[in-house]
T-cell receptor, first 114, second 116 residues
Framework: DAGVIQSPRHEVTEMGQEVTLRCKPI?????LFWYRQTMMRGLELLIY????????DSGMPEDRFSAKMPNASFSTLKIQPSEPRDSAVYFC????????????FGPGTRLTVL | GNSVTQMEGPVTLSEEAFLTINCTYT??????LFWYVQYPGEGLQLLLK?????DKGSNKGFEATYRKETTSFHLEKGSVQVSDSAVYFC???????????????FGKGTKLSVIP
């Protein structure tokens, strides 16, 4: 079975540009999570969806960040405009069921904003 | 709120040494506890989990026991290998915390390096 798929794996862009990260969760999973990982702040939950509905977006840093999940098999995280401090590895994860369930992580997108 | 505290790294061990990575937690409800591992350049993957007090999770020679009285979930392995070099994350999920019940609260991670 394919795991969580993320694209692109690497993204280098210039400050001010729009960046879109993509995620395909494991088929049948009903929860999807976006995380950001940096050396300074560790692993941070940005937003999560349950049955395609955003449940908690309190981790989204500011209005420049937005996330959508138009259907059960696709989600995007958009940064507009991007800034150098957004440079990080962004992970998508999915799970089936509630809080006692394992989350399956994608390989991540390494974003560099120059 | 919920929080996870794990020992600071990095930890460097010789092959076949005994490993302990300490993890303690605070939670408002009755959490499930997890250890995730992240190998270089990869995403996190579940190593083991425990869902109730006194449960022992185990996988690939690693073990951790859910200790409610000490709010701990320490990770142990009797004999580490070079291939165990990775970052280890302790995490909790609190199903009773309402809207946050699907979330994992992670510790900051402990980097383990095993040298031959």
């Amino acid at each position: 079975d394919a795991g969580v798929i993320q694209s692109p794996r690497h993204e280098v862009t210039e400050m001010g540009q729009e960046v879109t990260l993509r995620c395909k969760p494991i088929s049948g999973h009903n929860s999807l999570f976006w995380y950001r990982q940096t050396m300074m702040r560790g692993l941070e939950l940005l937003i999560y969806f349950n049955n395609n509905v955003p449940i908690d977006d309190s981790g989204m840093p500011e209005d420049r960040f937005s996330a959508k999940m138009p259907n059960a098999s696709f989600s995007t995280l958009k940064i507009q405009p991007s800034e150098p401090r957004d440079s990080a590895v962004y992970f998508c994860a999915s799970s089936l069921g509630g809080g006692r369930s394992e989350q399956f992580f994608g390989p991540g997108t390494r974003l560099t904003v120059l | 709120g919920n929080s996870v505290t794990q020992m600071e790294g990095p930890v460097t061990l010789s092959e076949e040494a005994f490993l302990t990575i300490n993890c303690t937690y605070t939670a408002t409800g009755y959490p499930s506890l997890f250890w995730y591992v992240q190998y270089p350049g990869e995403g996190l993957q579940l190593l083991l989990k425990a869902t109730k007090a006194d449960d022992k999770g185990s996988n690939k020679g690693f073990e951790a026991t859910y200790r409610k009285e000490t709010t701990s979930f320490h990770l142990e392995k009797g004999s580490v290998q070079v291939s165990d070099s990775a970052v280890y994350f302790c995490a909790l999920s609190d199903p009773g915390s309402g809207a946050g019940s699907y979330q994992l609260t992670f510790g900051k991670g402990t980097k383990l390096s095993v040298i031959p």
